[in-house]
C-alpha cells in the first residue's frame, strides 16, 4: 500500500508543481478517459526524474525494510501509543502558533486541495463513487414526446456545431484580441457572443454537461450518465439524423445513442499530416453523408483537437505559424509566456481555417436548406498567468481565462431572417446551459422539456446568471 502511494504521488508531486493544477476527482476523470496519444504529449525527462526520486527510490527503500510481526495485542497496543503521541505533538504544534496558523487557514482554504497524498486519496474516492454504481447504469428517457414543427417554405435544415478544445474568449481578435487570430471569420457574417461562459473547466465535465437538460449549478457527472441528452431529444423526432465526428479523446458519453466516428486514425480521418490527424479531416465526406440524408433535417457535430495542451504547437500546420518564436515542449514552465502564446494563438489560427472550411461546406447547400454553423469551446486555458498553466482548477477558484469561452453562430440568410438572428444580444451573459433548448428551438422541435427561456433564439430570453 504504502509503495503504490509513493508512486502515484510521485506523478502527482510533478503534475501540481509544473502546472499549477489540483488532482481532484475531475482530474482523475480527465485522466481515465483520456488516449495514448494524450497520454504521450504529457511525458518528458522532468517527469521520469520525478518518478525514480520520489516514486521508485522511496518505495526500494520501503520494500528493503523488514517487517517484524508481532502479536494482534502487542501490534495494537504499538499503534495506539504511535497515534497518541501523533496526537500529542500535533495538538502542541497548534497550541503554540495557533494564531497565525488559523488565519491562514481561513484565509487560504483552497490549499487543502494541494495536499499530497491525502487529496488525491479522498478525490479518488468521490470519483468512485460518482462512477461506479451497482448493476447496469439504467438511462432515463426526456422528451420522448418531441416532434418537428415544419415551417411553410418546408426547407431541410443542415447543422453543424463544432465543439472546441480549450479556447479561451480573449484570444479571439473577433472579440477584439490585439493579435489578429481569427482573420478569415472576420470576414464571414456571423453573430458573435463575446460574454458566453462555460459549465466546468475540462472536457469530462463541460462536454456532458453542455449537452444535458442540466444546468451548471443542478449538473453532476452521474445526473448526465443518467439521463439523456440533447442528442436522444432530437433523435425521439425521428425527422433530425445526427452524426457526431470525433477529433479528440472521445465524446465523454454523449454520442453513445447516435452515430459516432472517431477521426484521431488515418482509418477515416486522410487529413493526419505532420504526424497529427487534422480537424479538417473530420470535414472530408460529409458531403457524401449530406446526400444520403435527403429527408431529415441533419445535425453534425464535430468535436475538435483545437488547442489541447501543453503541445500546442502540435495543434497546426506549420504554414499557420504565423506567431514566433512558439514554445516546442511540453515543459511549458521552461517557456516564456511569450513563446507559450504564440504557440496557442497559432493553433488558434488554425481553427479559424478550419472552422471557415465547414462554412464553405454549408454554403453549398444555400438555395435548397436552412443551414448553420455553431461554435462554442468546451473551456478555456490557462497560458502561465500566475504561473497557472492548462486547465480544470475547481469551477469557484478557477480564472476568467479557464471559464470565459468564444462561440458564435453563423447562417446563411433564410435561416438568418427565420430566427431573426439581428436581434439577439450578443453581449448578454450566456452560458453553456442554453445549447440544450438553443437546439431544440433551431431545429422547430416542440416538447414538454423545452425551456423558452433558456433558448437563445428566442429574442426574448433572459440571460443567464452564471456564478463564479
Known amino acids: 500500500m504504502l509503495i503504490i502511494l509513493v508512486l502515484i504521488s510521485s506523478m502527482t508531486a510533478y503534475f501540481m508543481n509544473t502546472y499549477n493544477v489540483i488532482i481532484n476527482d475531475g482530474m482523475i476523470r480527465n485522466m481515465m478517459q483520456t488516449d495514448v496519444n494524450e497520454t504521450v504529449d504529457l511525458l518528458s525527462l522532468k517527469q521520469g526524474i520525478y518518478f525514480i526520486v520520489l516514486g521508485l527510490i522511496p ?39 495557533y494564531k497565525p496558523y488559523a488565519s491562514f487557514f481561513r484565509e487560504h482554504k483552497p490549499l487543502r486541495y494541494a495536499t ?7 478525490s479518488l474516492g468521490d470519483y468512485a463513487n460518482a462512477t461506479f454504481t451497482s448493476g447496469d447504469v439504467v438511462v432515463k428517457p426526456i422528451g420522448t414526446d418531441a416532434k418537428v414543427i415544419r415551417k411553410e417554405d418546408n426547407k431541410r435544415k443542415i447543422v ?42 475540462s472536457t469530462a465535465h463541460s462536454v456532458p454537461c453542455m449537452f444535458s437538460v442540466y444546468s451548471r449549478s443542478n449538473y453532476s457527472y452521474k445526473k448526465g450518465l443518467q439521463t439523456e441528452n440533447i ?34 486514425n488515418t482509418f477515416y480521418n486522410t487529413k493526419c499530416l505532420e504526424g497529427e490527424c487534422r480537424d479538417e479531416g473530420m470535414i472530408v465526406g460529409l458531403d457524401s453523408y449530406i446526400e444520403t440524408q435527403k429527408n431529415k433535417d441533419i445535425l453534425i457535430v464535430l468535436h475538435q483537437m483545437g488547442n489541447h495542451g501543453p503541445e500546442y504547437y502540435k495543434r497546426y500546420l506549420k504554414s499557420f505559424e504565423k506567431f514566433t518564436p512558439v514554445c516546442k515542449t511540453n515543459q511549458l514552465e521552461e517557456c516564456t509566456q511569450e513563446e507559450i502564446r504564440n504557440a496557442y494563438d497559432n493553433a488558434i489560427l488554425y481553427t479559424d481555417d478550419f472552422l471557415v472550411k465547414a462554412i464553405t461546406l454549408l454554403k453549398k447547400y444555400d438555395t435548397t436548406h436552412h443551414t448553420a454553423m455553431i461554435y462554442m469551446s468546451d473551456h478555456g486555458e490557462s497560458l502561465g498567468e500566475n504561473g497557472i498553466y492548462l486547465h480544470g482548477l475547481p469551477y469557484f477558484m478557477a480564472p476568467d481565462a479557464q471559464k470565459h469561452i468564444p462561440a458564435f453562430i453563423w447562417a446563411n440568410e433564410t435561416l438568418k431572417k427565420q430566427l431573426n438572428l439581428t436581434n439577439i444580444d450578443k453581449n448578454k451573459k450566456w452560458s453553456h446551459d442554453y445549447l440544450f433548448h438553443s437546439l431544440l428551438g433551431l431545429f422547430n422541435v416542440q416538447t414538454e422539456v423545452y425551456n423558452a427561456n433558456l433558448d437563445i433564439f428566442n429574442t426574448h430570453t433572459k440571460s443567464s446568471q452564471v456564478t463564479d
Request: with cysteine; net charge positive; charged share 20%.
Open 116 to 122: 499530497n497524498p491525502l487529496y488525491w486519496v479522498y
Open 160 to 201: 453543424i456545431l463544432v465543439v472546441g478544445e480549450a479556447t479561451r474568449a480573449d484570444h479571439f481578435s473577433l472579440n477584439g484580441y490585439k493579435r489578429e487570430t481569427t482573420p478569415q471569420l472576420q470576414k464571414e457574417d456571423i453573430i458573435n457572443f463575446t460574454n458566453v461562459y462555460s459549465c466546468g473547466t
Open 231 to 264: 442528442l436522444d431529444v432530437l433523435k425521439h423526432t425521428n425527422e433530425i439524423s445526427i452524426l457526431w465526428r470525433d477529433n479528440n479523446s472521445n465524446s465523454k458519453g454523449v454520442a453513445l445513442r447516435v452515430d459516432f466516428k472517431y477521426y484521431k
Open 59 to 97: 518505495a526500494y527503500i520501503i520494500y528493503k525494510i523488514p517487517v517484524k510481526y508481532t502479536p494482534c495485542k502487542k501490534e495494537f497496543i504499538n499503534k495506539l501509543k504511535q497515534v497518541m503521541i501523533l496526537l500529542a505533538i500535533t495538538a502542541l504544534t497548534v497550541f503554540m502558533f
